[in-house]
Each structure stands twice: as C-alpha cells, then as structure tokens.
Nanobody
Framework: QLQLVESGGGLVQPGGSLTLSCAAS????????IGWFRQAPGKEREGVLC????????KYSDSVKGRFTISRDNAKNTAYLQMKSLEPEETAVYSC????????????????????WGRGTQVTVSS
C-alpha cells in the first residue's frame, strides 16, 4: 500500500525556520516526482515546490523562492521541505504528494497531477 506521512510541523515564530519530512512506504520514492503543497484556512490548496524523480528539476512558487528548499534522500525514502523566514500568512496544512507518471525531469505545482498524497502536517507561524 502506497503511503506518505508528513511530520515536523508545529508552531514557529515569524522569521523562524522549520523542516518538514515526507516519509514514503510501500513504494520507492526515488521513482516518483514529489510535490509539496499547502492549504491555508479558507483558501485553496497551492503548490509550493516540486522535484523531478531524477532531482534535476525543481520548481518553486514565486512566494517561496529563496526561502524554501525541497530535497530528497532516496536511501531513507524520504523527502524534505526546508522553510526559512516564515511569515504568519504561511500558516497552513502542508502536504506532500508523489506521482510516477512524470518523465525523469518532470514535476508540477498542480495538485491534479499527483495521485498519492499524505494527510498533511500543520504549520502555524505566530508570535
């Protein structure tokens, strides 16, 4: 059974940093493109970053460029989202997603392109 489980969320002060993990089980994450998404209260889910399965391609939403980083450790079957300089409006449920249908260099910030999803982890940015 394909499963993704996010962890690492919590409360962080404005300007702070947080690293989220996305652990995969039941499949080899290295064969999948990965996407990180977030959904703030009352808003639609938005794509934040993605990485192709060969790790050669990454895409970022304009709002997180220079502050967020996506990475993966295929040996641990885990992906990561490093977040810096967090702002209160970035309070949201952060979810990871994976899909095997992209080409080696492909990934997407569109949620409709991913078939496997984690349940998400809450990130709250507040003083």
């Amino acid at each position: 059974q394909l499963q993704l489980v996010e962890s690492g969320g919590g409360l962080v002060q404005p300007g702070g940093s947080l690293t989220l993990s996305c652990a995969a089980s039941g499949f080899a994450l290295g064969r999948y493109a990965i996407g990180w998404f977030r959904q703030a209260p009352g808003k639609e889910r938005e794509g934040v970053l993605c990485m192709s399965r060969n790790s050669n391609t990454t895409k970022y939403s304009d709002s997180v460029k220079g502050r967020f980083t996506i990475s993966r450790d295929n040996a641990k079957n885990t992906a990561y989202l490093q977040m810096k300089s967090l702002e209160p409006e970035e309070t949201a449920v952060y979810s990871c997603a994976a899909d095997s249908l992209f080409g080696p260099n492909g990934c997407s910030l569109s949620e409709s392109d991913y078939i496997s999803w984690g349940r998400g982890t809450q990130v709250t940015v507040s003083s």
